[in-house]
């Protein structure tokens, strides 16, 4: 990949650079590569999966509402071939809409976490205002110097532990622009950061053992307890948080103690002015002020309580919405920071993260391409009719393959359960194969897809944040899927077995 770096002692860069009216040293030019953008492959998945439902045969099965999940549940043996509803033009040019929200019944899809994504923003630019986080990260490097390497495992087990109980997902996009700053302080680079949210969160999600958006609705679906197949997850969980701490750890080391290793190498000095700023080497102050103490408390309270409410009291983007937009009013009145400055600050930290939230549209249009065109119940029907009639072995790791497949359509793990689990989980007392173990499968498979599923917005939503291109993503991830996937293979093969 060749990137297109811009460097003061380069006149002819430079030339060019106010040719274009380009100022000098823009971090957000020496991002530029020539690997599509997100948008574009977004896009693009858009024409794809529409051009599919000129293909594939549109289907339906009969859903019935299952109390227990709280969803319509499909009823196996009930497929049948239905009129199809291609998707052409003007689907496509509406598809970007039709993530944000349904334009015709007014419904909606992902405008919550775009709206999410906002206010978010706004708050991070009125905590950047008091220069509070920039002198933490300084501070905190300080009294770290020498032990960085170990906030990486404990990070990624808090991620985990938030994935594998809750499903921690979309509420992970609050912490990239945090963490990122922190360990590009500590030597290591862009993906590190990004690694140990998206990895961490991510097996956390692959071994998820009580987590109600993934194992609960999941073994519901499938007329099962959901603590039924919650030791192999413990050790899927167990298994995968060593395999991919050790992974992004040994990244990282490598990294610190030669920057040329990172994959990103190309693009290390725009991001350390684009996250550190401008005087990122130079010596700053790194002692905290009365105001920016108090500042950073709310700002570490506001993350505890996003937490307990996403957690315990059923809060969604909204409720977590008006949480940012409170705490960033309350920090700016305590700040002194004055109105003018607040509201600025506040516009101007939205503006930052306007990307992602167009992001988040764009990744969720797909899937109503996908639903209008009435496509996903006929992929389910092949996979249906595939699993009949093998053993045991064979059965569960093309039940972990058909899942891996599906949830580059369908990414959401609650989603995919409902859809998946009536039809698929049954089959398994043909195959005498415990129906937990298909569980299992299923979430273990989407969780490995969603650390690099473009269909998925915090994927997406992650590397935008942190300005990753997400071919540069599959050059550092790509090993490690490799590695999860054996482990997996293995696990749910040994269950099936014994």
């Not at 293909?55 to 969803?71: H, T």
């Not at 989980?425 to 969780?447: C, E, H, I, Y």
Request: proline share 4%; with cysteine.
């Amino acid at each position: 990949m060749n990137e297109n770096n811009h460097s003061p002692e380069n006149s002819s860069d430079t030339a060019l650079d106010n040719a274009s009216g380009s100022p000098p040293n823009d971090p957000e030019q020496d991002l530029a590569t020539r690997f599509p953008t997100a948008y574009t492959i977004l896009f693009l998945l858009i024409i794809l999966v529409a051009a599919l439902t000129w293909i594939i045969p549109a289907g339906q099965y009969d859903r019935v509402m299952n109390e227990e999940v709280g969803r319509d549940v499909a009823v196996p043996g009930t497929y049948q071939t239905v009129d199809p509803n291609p998707q052409g033009f003007m689907e496509i040019m509406l598809a970007p809409t039709a993530g944000f929200y349904d334009p015709d019944s007014y419904v909606a899809n992902a405008i919550d976490v775009a709206l999410f994504v906002l206010f978010l923003g706004g708050f991070l630019g009125v905590m950047n205002a008091t220069g509070a986080i920039d002198t933490g990260i300084r501070s905190a490097m300080r009294h770290l110097k020498g032990h960085e390497i170990w906030m990486i495992p404990i990070l990624m087990t808090l991620f985990a532990i938030g994935g594998t109980t809750y499903g921690m997902a979309e509420e992970t996009l609050a912490f990239y622009v945090i963490l990122i700053p922190v360990m590009m302080a500590a030597g290591y680079d862009v993906i590190t950061g990004v690694a140990i949210i998206m990895v961490g969160a991510g097996v956390g999600v692959l071994g998820s053992t009580i987590n109600p958006f993934a194992t609960v609705i999941a073994a519901n679906a499938a007329q099962i307890p959901f603590t039924d197949g919650i030791v192999v997850r413990f050790i899927l969980l167990i298994g995968g948080l060593l395999i991919c701490s050790a992974y992004v750890m040994r990244y990282a080391v490598r990294v610190k103690a030669d920057p040329s290793r990172s994959v990103v190498s190309q693009q290390w000095d725009a991001h350390r002015r684009l996250f550190l700023g401008k005087h990122a080497d130079e010596a700053q102050a790194t002692t905290l002020t009365r105001t920016q103490i108090v500042a950073l408390l709310i700002f570490a309270v506001t993350f505890f309580v996003m937490i307990w409410g996403v957690s315990s009291q059923g809060w969604w983007m909204a409720r977590m919405g008006a949480l940012f937009f409170g705490s960033a009013i309350v920090i700016g009145i305590i700040a002194r920071l004055g109105e003018k400055k607040l509201t600025g600050s506040f516009v101007d930290g939205a503006r930052d993260l306007l990307g992602v939230a167009l992001v988040v549209g764009l990744a969720r249009g797909i899937v109503v391409i996908m639903d209008q065109g009435m496509i996903a119940d006929t992929i389910l029907h092949s996979a249906e009719t595939s699993l009949g009639g093998l053993p045991e072995l064979a059965f569960i790791n093309l039940m972990f393959w058909i899942e891996v497949g599906m949830s580059f359509f369908v990414p959401s793990s609650s989603g995919l359960a409902v859809l998946s689990m009536p039809i698929l989980a049954p089959l398994a007392d043909f195959a005498n194969v415990g129906r937990d173990l298909v569980v299992t499968a299923f979430q273990s498979a989407n969780g490995l897809v969603n650390l690099i599923n473009p269909t998925f917005a915090v994927v997406v939503g992650g590397l935008a944040i942190g300005r990753v291109s997400y071919d540069r993503w599959i050059a550092f991830i790509w090993p490690l899927l490799l590695i999860l996937t054996v482990f997996i293979t293995i696990v749910i093969s040994a269950a099936a077995l014994i």
